[in-house]
């Protein structure tokens, strides 16, 4: 206690409580150069919201030993740091903007692309991120969980598995496993010739064309690995993610190739046709936990970085201010990069329609401002279960329903039935009302907030208790959303004392 004014005041200082986070997200990327785990040991609230997550003998093997043996905990390899600003990344990371990566390319330069993605979720509004530390060595495996991976065995997690055991994770970017799949050898489109351009003086130590973002030499490529096949990444990433995770959602920067019409690098026409068999395959359904984006950003201080780390910043602040069913499509973006390769709109139009991909353009204002814009927020398939239409011969029809938005909101309902479930885990008796008071209290809060529609809280949902057997109570609620989807249907249930929340049918 601190008295102040002739002791007439007394102040008692205590920390400010953090905030739940609206849309927590995880980063995995490379950060080369040193780790200073002194710092991580000083943020002890992200050290026991690892403790909380399982990573609890982590922990206490960083408080423990001054340098861990394990190379893993030494170098904070596959562990996921919870982290608030961009400076506590920097801090426990100071040379992962500015040192050079394993892997270059002419296009993507020297650097890793974590850091920068890093700063630009912050920039846009992000309030919490888990950064997972990929060895550059294991290149596009490390990205991926291992084969038979077990969640429960915390120790033994790789890769996006590290944040899938995180409940309250919903959304996922892994930039420099996007910077991987750019061909080393790539080229830039051609420079227009110019003038020869005025003799000035430059000091000695200036140099001429050859500062830290100045391309790689073609000696220095020899032995880039080729980028790995977009179907094997994507049949990782999916295949576990809607296992374990279905409410969670993934960003992806589709790759470059060179282009002849332009002569230099456009979107990948493979990747175009890989990305629309699978969707007209068994297993399109996937697709509606990954969002695609385009293109890339170029800025002064970046030979080229991912977009990622701008949508996901946005994604998270929109979900803050007016909740995670409202769309960041059109809403000005916090970066001095430009989107490179440019698009024509008959381009962004093309891209958005099929096979459904999000694109960031530069746009003006009203006020004749420049400015940086996600043209919308498109899904390659519908965010509903398949059934609802498979049996559709026209499936236009539910173009609206491909939208992240709606796939945001179904993750986030997943996410609070669970955490209601976890909360109602001892009340088991079929007579206690309070798990129906806290559903209508939840549901009642987001009709306030306007995710539901109708003139009254009953004709925007409705919320039915039976029990399908002697050991069960269940809770079947019907929604009206504010968004395209007419109904969605939802269960909460406890069977054999666990509470669970499924979304039924949407």
């Known amino acids: 206690m601190e008295w102040l004014s002739g002791a007439r005041i007394a102040l008692t200082p205590r920390p400010v409580r953090r905030r739940e986070a609206a849309l927590e997200a995880a980063m995995l990327g490379h950060c080369p150069g040193r780790v200073r785990l002194d710092r991580l040991r000083a943020l002890g609230g992200a050290l026991e919201e690892m403790r909380g997550a399982g990573y609890g003998g982590a922990v206490d093997t960083l408080l423990q030993e001054e340098t861990p043996s394990l190379e893993r905990l030494g170098g904070l390899f596959h562990l996921p740091l919870p982290l608030r600003s961009s400076a506590e990344f920097h801090d426990i990371f100071p040379d992962a903007a500015t040192e050079a990566a394993n892997y270059v390319s002419l296009l993507a330069g020297r650097r890793a692309w974590l850091a920068q993605s890093v700063d630009d979720f912050f920039a846009n509004g992000g309030e919490k991120l888990w950064v997972v530390r990929i060895p550059e060595e294991e290149k596009q495996g490390g990205f991926l969980p291992a084969p038979g991976t077990r969640l429960h065995e915390t120790e033994t997690l790789r890769g996006l598995a590290t944040v899938l055991v995180i409940p309250s994770v919903g959304l996922v970017a892994m930039p420099d496993l996007e910077r991987l799949q750019i061909p080393a050898r790539l080229p830039d489109r051609p420079e227009v010739a110019s003038p020869d351009p005025a003799p000035q003086f430059l000091p000695c130590d200036a140099g001429i064309g050859s500062g830290e973002d100045a391309p790689p030499y073609e000696s220095e490529l020899g032995t880039m690995p080729d980028p790995g096949a977009l179907e094997d990444l994507l049949r990782g990433i999916l295949q576990f993610t809607a296992r374990h995770?279905?409410?969670?959602?993934?960003?992806?920067?589709?790759?470059?190739?060179?282009?002849?019409?332009?002569?230099?690098?456009?979107?990948?026409?493979?990747?175009?046709?890989?990305?629309?068999?699978?969707?007209?395959?068994?297993?399109?359904?996937?697709?509606?936990?990954?969002?695609?984006?385009?293109?890339?950003?170029?800025?002064?201080?970046?030979?080229?970085?991912?977009?990622?780390?701008?949508?996901?910043?946005?994604?998270?602040?929109?979900?803050?201010?007016?909740?995670?069913?409202?769309?960041?499509?059109?809403?000005?973006?916090?970066?001095?990069?430009?989107?490179?390769?440019?698009?024509?709109?008959?381009?962004?139009?093309?891209?958005?329609?099929?096979?459904?991909?999000?694109?960031?353009?530069?746009?003006?204002?009203?006020?004749g401002r420049r400015r940086l814009t996600?043209?919308?927020?498109?899904?390659?398939?519908?965010?509903?279960?398949?059934?609802?239409?498979?049996?559709?011969?026209?499936?236009?029809?539910?173009?609206?329903?491909?939208?992240?938005?709606?796939?945001?909101?179904?993750?986030?309902?997943?996410?609070?039935?669970?955490?209601?479930?976890?909360q109602l885990v001892f009340d088991i008796d079929p007579d206690d009302p309070r798990p129906r008071l806290l559903l209508e209290q939840f549901f009642r809060q987001l009709y306030d907030q306007g995710a539901l529609r109708g003139d009254r809280p009953d004709e925007a949902y409705r919320i039915r208790q039976s029990h399908p057997r002697e050991e069960a109570i269940q809770f079947d609620i019907e929604i009206a959303p504010a968004f395209p989807i007419d109904r969605i249907f939802l269960t909460f249930i406890n069977a054999g004392g666990e509470w669970r929340g499924e979304i039924v049918h949407g």
């Open 245 to 367: 995770r279905p409410d969670i959602q993934c960003l992806l920067t589709l790759p470059l190739d060179y282009s002849g019409v332009i002569d230099g690098p456009a979107v990948s026409q493979r990747a175009l046709d890989r990305i629309r068999a699978i969707r007209d395959g068994a297993s399109g359904h996937l697709l509606r936990h990954m969002q695609f984006l385009f293109p890339y950003l170029r800025g002064p201080r970046f030979a080229l970085q991912s977009p990622v780390g701008v949508v996901a910043g946005k994604q998270a602040a929109v979900s803050r201010a007016k909740g995670p069913w409202r769309s960041i499509s059109a809403q000005s973006l916090v970066s001095e990069a430009l989107p490179y390769p440019r698009l024509s709109l008959s381009q962004t139009i093309a891209l958005r329609e099929d096979p459904g991909i999000g694109v960031v353009r530069q746009e003006t204002d009203v006020r």
């Open 374 to 422: 996600l043209d919308d927020e498109r899904l390659a398939v519908p965010a509903l279960p398949p059934e609802d239409y498979a049996g559709h011969e026209d499936r236009s029809r539910f173009d609206g329903f491909r939208s992240a938005e709606i796939m945001r909101f179904l993750g986030f309902l997943r996410r609070r039935l669970q955490a209601l479930g976890e």
